[in-house]
């Protein structure tokens, strides 16, 4: 079957890795080297270790981790992580926090599928928990999924949100981070006309592509230059004979970690390098900052081709969201039906992926929220990864969130002397079809 034996070979080559990393540390870890006491030793077992477990978690799902919190009353509450709605391509998952009372805010997390794993928002879980009940998307790992589950493109993807959106009733927060960020929107709208009770209270969107030619980057550089054809051959693989979805057609997640690390190759090289030499020296631990974020960074899972090529093709070539050209099963979604959901933004002042004009043009698609209901936060200095889940997220970022959450808290009308205060950020237009082309 056609491009199974390039699936297998890419996993061939991580497995391959994954074993010489093991071979070198055992080897070089031989008592009898000490004996001749060379430093040689040493560096190859260093290297070793941490080559057999970077390539060992690359097909490994990360666990969430989360075993309790502190909450007010002075005790370390349990966490549990329950799975409250069940597809095919994806669950809704809840953390269930034993023996608290229900919180005022209630939250949808939607976690990106780019090729890594709902966990990558669990520092954004876990800061979230003690002021929130939480929940979140968990997708699925496409190689696992059989091709009798049938397709899974954005359209699905976004009435998956939909259901997921109507299971957790109209008082819910959704704040959806990255890729999510259109689809998040569309759902919305979709909501507001097919079923308005059910839309939620309000909407942040975090550092997402909902008009990707805002402002260019290297994603939207590629996403230019590349034709869909080309990028189908390119990138599109079918799923070895190993797995459940054997035959699925997927963008490899392996393919999208080698994007990944290939735009920031220095960076990374240099990491890996401190590593080794903390390593052989004797000063690292398993659990420090480096295997912290790379036992993350590096655990990847595959997407469906069509969910993958449908977002090129359509949220970044065609601008369908951008232009609300949006359409679900032949009927538009038209964003402008969204009127009673708050809107608020988020962008990174250095974010290299979804750059600062991309998110904030969702504020102007929304024509029926008034201005008092719509808001944006540009945090300076701060990449793609800060404004969810570093320090720019949690010294600056999450209280801006929590206060926006609370400010809706009660309902409160659009006409309120509350909404009438708030402070609303410039709206940033889109550039001229001339500008943009330069």
Known sequence: MKNIMSYDLMETVR???EWMGASARAMASYPIWGLT?????????????????????M????????????ADDGRDHLVEVETVMDKPFGSLIHFNVHGREPMARRVLLVAPMSGHYATLLRSTVTSLLPDADVWITDWHNARDIPVSAGKFDIEDYTLYLVDFMKELGPDTNVIAVCQPAPLALAATAYLAEEDPAAQPRTLTLI??????????????????????????????????????GAGRLVYPGLMQLASFISMNMDKHTQAFKEKIWNEASGEATVLDKHYRFYDEYL???????????????RIFKG????????????????????????????????????????????????????????????EPEAGHYGIFAGSHWRSNIRPLVLDFIDEYADGAEQTSPKAKAATVTPIRKKPSAKKASA
Not at 59 to 70: F, L
Not at 321 to 342: M, Y
């Open 207 to 244: 550092g997402g592509p909902i008009d990707p030619d805002a402002a260019a980057t290297e994603v939207t550089d590629f996403g230019r230059r590349v034709t869909m054809g080309q990028l189908e051959q390119m990138v599109i693989q079918r799923v070895g004979f190993k797995y459940k």
């Open 15 to 17: 497995n391959t890795n």
């Open 319 to 378: 601008l369908e969201i951008a232009e609300n050209r949006f359409e679900i099963n032949g009927k538009l979604v038209d964003i402008g039906k969204i009127t009673s959901v708050a809107i608020k933004t988020v962008e990174g002042e250095k974010d290299d992926i979804s750059a600062p004009g991309q998110c904030v043009a969702a504020l102007d698609l929304c024509t029926g929220v008034p201005d008092a209901m719509k808001n944006n936060h540009l």
């Open 37 to 57: 006491p060379h430093p040689m030793f040493k560096v190859m077992s260093a290297w070793g270790r941490v080559t057999e477990r970077s390539f060992a978690r």
């Open 299 to 313: 655990a990847v899972m595959d997407m469906t081709a069509e969910f993958y090529l449908s977002t090129v093709d």
């Open 59 to 70: 097909v490994i799902k990360p666990d969430w981790g989360i075993v309790s919190i502190a």
